[in-house]
C-alpha cells in the first residue's frame, strides 16, 4: 500500500544552520507531496508542496523536490531561525485523486536554538 | 474568518463513557476528515466524507462512529470510550477535486480516557 517514511528526530540545530529532513515514499499511481508544519499548541498547515515529478515546492525559503526516481520529497531549508522550531509532516495524497484524504509520515520535530 | 472549528478542545473521560467532538468549518468545503494523532505514529484517518451524505472509513474506525450532519459540520462518537482513545483529534476538510489538494485542521482536541 501507499506510506511514508520519515527521518526520526528530534533534530536539533542552531540557528542559521542548514537544514534537511528526509522523506521518502511508497506508492501507486501519481501522487501529489506534501509538506505540514505543526506549532506547539496548533493544527497542522500545509507548508509547501508538488504535484508532478520534478516540481519543486518552495515557501517561507523552505523548499522540497518531487524525485520520482528516488521517490523521495526531502524538505531543506538554508537558514533556520529559532522560530522554525515545530513538528514537520510528510504526507502523499490519494494518487486516484478520488478523495483529498492524505497519508502522512510519522512526523519529524525540529528544534532551533540561538 | 475561523476556518475550521473544533469542540471540546480538552476532555477527560472515564473508561466506558461516551462522548462527540464536533466539527465546523465555514469555507464551504466538501469534504471533511477526522484524523488521530499518537506519538511516533503520525497522523492516522479515522473517518472521512467526501460529500454531504456519505462517510467512509479510514484506517482506524474502530471505535468510533461519525455523522455528516450537513455540509459544514461533520461530528466524531465515541460510544463506549476506551484508554486506547487517549488521543489528540483533528478535523479537517478540503475541497475536493480543486486545484491544490490541501486539507485545513482544526486546532485538535486532546481526549484522555482513565
Known amino acids: 500500500g501507499n506510506s511514508v517514511t520519515q527521518m526520526e528526530g528530534p533534530v536539533t540545530l542552531s540557528e542559521e544552520a542548514f537544514l534537511t529532513i528526509n522523506c521518502t515514499y511508497t506508492?501507486?499511481?501519481?501522487?501529489?507531496l506534501f509538506w505540514y508544519v505543526q506549532y506547539p499548541g496548533e493544527g497542522l498547515q500545509l507548508l509547501l508542496k508538488?504535484?508532478?515529478?520534478?516540481d519543486k515546492g518552495s515557501n517561507k525559503g523552505f523548499e522540497a523536490t518531487y524525485r520520482k526516481e528516488t521517490t523521495s520529497f526531502h524538505l531543506e531549508k538554508g537558514s533556520v531561525q529559532v522560530s522554525d522550531s515545530a513538528v514537520y509532516f510528510c504526507?502523499?495524497?490519494?494518487?486516484?485523486?478520488?478523495?483529498?484524504?492524505?497519508?502522512f509520515g510519522t512526523g519529524t520535530r525540529l528544534q532551533v536554538f540561538p | 474568518n475561523a476556518g475550521v472549528t473544533q469542540t471540546p478542545k480538552f476532555q477527560v473521560l472515564k473508561t466506558g463513557q461516551s462522548m462527540t467532538l464536533q466539527c465546523a468549518q465555514d469555507?464551504?468545503?466538501?469534504?471533511m476528515y477526522w484524523y488521530r494523532q499518537d506519538p511516533g505514529m503520525g497522523l492516522r484517518l479515522i473517518y472521512y466524507?467526501?460529500?454531504?451524505?456519505?462517510?467512509d472509513k479510514g484506517e482506524v474506525p474502530n471505535g468510533y462512529n461519525v455523522s455528516r450532519l450537513n455540509k459544514r459540520e461533520f461530528s466524531l462518537r465515541l460510544e463506549s470510550a476506551a484508554p486506547s482513545q487517549t488521543s489528540v483529534y483533528f478535523c479537517?476538510?478540503?475541497?475536493?477535486?480543486?486545484?491544490?489538494?490541501?486539507?485545513?485542521f482544526g486546532e485538535g482536541s486532546r481526549l484522555t480516557v482513565l
Open positions: 479537517a476538510s478540503s475541497n475536493t477535486g480543486g486545484v491544490t489538494g490541501e486539507l485545513f
Open positions: 469555507m464551504n468545503h466538501n469534504s
Open positions: 466524507s467526501a460529500s454531504e451524505g456519505t462517510t
Open positions: 506508492a501507486t499511481g501519481y501522487p501529489s
Open positions: 508538488a504535484t508532478k515529478a520534478d
Open positions: 504526507a502523499l495524497s490519494d494518487p486516484g485523486r478520488v478523495t483529498d484524504k492524505l497519508i
